[in-house]
């Protein structure tokens, strides 16, 4: 089955400053990419996501790259504010039959004012 | 439209009691999926229903634990007898799969403690 790996497990950055968290997968049949912030004691929330037949998606500050050949995404987010302060977690899908999402484990993400 | 509906947010038992949490779906999903979440396992997938039948339960830890899907606006995630180890946050979640979105919608979840 599909396994996604997520780097890093925790990030600390300075308000404003840019931040990048990494993801890799196994499945090379994997063609949905989505990406979920979760705040402290509340549910996760789609932010963004990212289909196979594309390489590049921006949504305001927060972007996603997708890299089919090395089988990994990233998620961009810049000019941090602390209200980013979250926990985010990468998935794939890999449709057919098996319709379940994979999940990271997800990073922790500070950013210091 | 309210989102994904759990109940309830918080349980308390005590062990070997039995603990019945409650998910309804956002109306029109035809998936269902059972997670739980800790902060050393982090987001496991229990189980997962399409058109209200269980596709894939290999994420149940054991006999203690059941889901049932009897119609597409409700399922429900059992544990009897509960134990100390499964105080955990529960979530559920639903998708529409068979569309272009295959993005999940979370419920609130239920934070469940064992004592």
């Known amino acids: 089955g599909e396994n996604v790996e997520q780097h890093p497990s925790t990030l600390s950055v300075q308000e404003g400053d840019s931040a990048v968290i990494k993801c890799t997968y196994s499945d090379s049949a994997s063609n949905y990419f989505p990406w979920y912030k979760q705040e402290l004691g509340k549910r996760p929330q789609l932010i963004i996501d990212?289909?196979?037949?594309?390489g590049e998606k921006k949504d305001q500050r927060i972007a996603v790259t997708l890299n089919k050949t090395a089988k990994h995404f990233s998620l961009h987010i810049t000019e941090t504010q602390p209200e980013d302060s979250a926990v985010y977690f990468c998935a794939a899908y890999s449709g057919g039959s098996n319709y379940k999402l994979t999940f990271g484990k997800g990073t922790l993400l500070t950013v210091n004012p | 439209d309210a989102g994904v509906i759990q109940s309830p947010r918080h349980e308390v038992t005590e062990m070997g009691q039995e603990v019945t949490l409650r998910c309804k779906p956002i109306s029109g999903h035809n998936s269902l999926f059972w997670y739980r979440q800790t902060m050393m396992r982090g987001l496991e997938l229990l189980i997962y229903?399409?058109?209200?039948?269980?596709?894939?339960d290999s994420g149940m830890p054991e006999d203690r634990f059941s889901a049932k899907m009897p119609n597409a606006s409700f399922s429900t995630l059992k544990i009897q007898p509960s134990e100390p180890r499964d105080s955990a946050v529960y979530f559920c979640?639903?998708?529409?799969?068979?569309?272009?979105?295959?993005?999940?919608?979370f419920g609130s979840g239920t934070r469940l403690t064992v004592v």
């Open positions: 979640a639903s998708s529409y799969l068979g569309g272009t979105n295959y993005g999940y919608t």
């Open positions: 229903f399409n058109n209200n039948v269980p596709i894939d």
């Open positions: 990212i289909r196979s037949n594309v």
